[in-house]
């Protein structure tokens, strides 16, 4: 890459990062993991079509920002107030569990790090970091947190990666080579809920493609160049994709490494923390677990911090564009609504926290499932905006199929799994 393409590449470097970091989260460490440890590599095809079906509408998110010069929820208002309104509905009724779960996670690893298990309770444990996020978060730190993101990325990259090829070298520890299980489709298999989490955020939930949009815009922002549509979109492929790509290898070290043994995952989220440390450990070799155990820390930390944020500022720019005095969404008090919801989301996941108690699972299984649940709506929201730009910045032939195979797959499991709840 020549010097002048790398000083541009690092300008607009960061929204798709942050997206991976959100992204390796939950949906990689827990999810992925249990579904090898589980189920071997029976539900690999689950997390590959997941990953390509569910593409088009996170790209959408950068996509529209650049060339509209404005976020996906400006675009909903301009598809009408109700589908605003609907999506302040949405985000109201997933943020508290999916920063519950995220935190729950992030906690588990802190636990870890620090050796805090028996000393302070992994509820004292949540509430002191979801402090830290929001203090980070009001004193205006965040550009450390998006900078110290690319640094443990890289280590939490290079570190699964040295774990997947070691493991792969050693062999598994039992057959889990049966690529494809026709009951675990059927609704009254115990594990078709799980199937519907697994995918709810594989790589994450749809809704938050909209944080793709305010994170592009705050990056041209920020750092103050007018980054082009083809910039944009190849920062964001990037982070997608090695996301995507590192989906199967958290994977494999479940299916290698515990699925066919006599060893469990853990319910609770600092045991299941030292599990999935356990995991490097023995796969890697007992010198790197600080190394694992900083990495996983950092980037679930970077993760409950992206959660605050994406959540505060979606809820942000709803609030002011629902106000009718104002209908470019301008207010002065923006500062203050984002102070209060970064406040109303800490409290509402602490209190979610403590009624799942240590059953880290139940609360992850939840969150995601609702996820996937109204991943149609805004994935259909997402394909009529960019078809409604300007035709030189519209998807091609190729990711307007992708999406319509998309909005099936979404829809249909989508539509299933409500009858499942319902009958």
Not at 180 to 197: G, H, M, Q, T, V
Request: glycine fraction near 8%; charge should be positive; aromatic fraction near 14%.
């Amino acid at each position: 890459m020549k010097a002048q393409s790398l000083r541009i590449f690092l300008k607009t470097l960061g929204p798709g990062l942050l997206f991976a970091s959100t992204a390796i989260g939950v949906s990689h460490l827990v999810q992925s993991t249990r579904a090898g440890a589980d189920y071997g590599f029976a539900l690999l095809w689950a997390v590959i079509l997941a990953n390509v079906l569910k593409f088009p509408f996170f790209e959408y998110g950068s996509r529209y920002a650049a060339s509209a010069q404005q976020s996906l929820i400006d675009g909903y208002r301009d598809l009408g107030k109700g589908m605003l309104l609907l999506y302040g509905l949405i985000t109201l009724g997933t943020m508290f569990f999916v920063t519950a779960a995220v935190g729950a996670v992030t906690a588990g690893f802190l636990h870890q790090l620090f050796g805090l298990q028996g000393i302070i309770s992994i509820k004292v444990t949540t509430f002191l970091l979801f402090a830290t996020c929001m203090l980070i978060l009001l004193i205006g730190h965040y550009k450390a947190l998006d900078r110290l993101i690319k640094i443990v990325g890289s280590i939490l990259l290079t570190s699964t990666l040295l774990a997947f090829f070691s493991t792969l070298g050693r062999g598994p520890a039992a057959d889990p080579f049966q690529w494809f299980d026709a009951s675990i489709l059927e609704i009254s298999n115990p594990s078709f809920p799980f199937l519907i989490a697994l995918m709810g955020w594989m790589p994450t939930a749809v809704d938050l493609s909209a944080w793709n949009s305010l994170w592009t815009l705050a990056r041209r922002k920020e750092s103050g160049y007018q980054s082009s549509l083809k910039e944009v979109l190849r920062e964001f492929n990037i982070g997608y994709w090695i996301s995507a790509l590192l989906a199967p290898c958290f994977m494999l070290l479940g299916a290698y490494l515990v699925f066919g043994t006599d060893k469990v995952l853990a319910q609770g989220s600092a045991a299941f923390a030292g599990d999935i440390i356990n995991l490097y450990t023995e796969s890697i070799g007992d010198w790197s677990r600080w190394v694992i155990s900083a990495a996983a820390f950092s980037i679930m930390f970077g993760t409950c911090i992206a959660v605050f944020d994406g959540y505060a500022r979606s809820a942000q720019r709803v609030w002011q564009l629902v106000r009718p005095q104002n209908s470019k969404g301008e207010e002065s008090s923006g500062n203050s609504t984002f102070q209060i919801v970064l406040i109303v989301v800490g409290l509402g996941a602490l209190l979610v926290i403590n009624q799942f108690g240590n059953s880290l699972r139940s609360l992850v299984d939840l969150a995601t499932a609702i996820s996937f649940l109204v991943a149609p709506i805004i994935a259909f929201a997402n394909f009529k905006l960019v078809m409604g730009l300007r035709p030189e910045d519209r998807p091609g032939l190729a990711m307007r199929w992708l999406s319509r195979l998309g909005l099936v797959f979404l829809s249909g499991f989508s539509l299933v799994y409500l009858y499942a709840l319902i009958f």
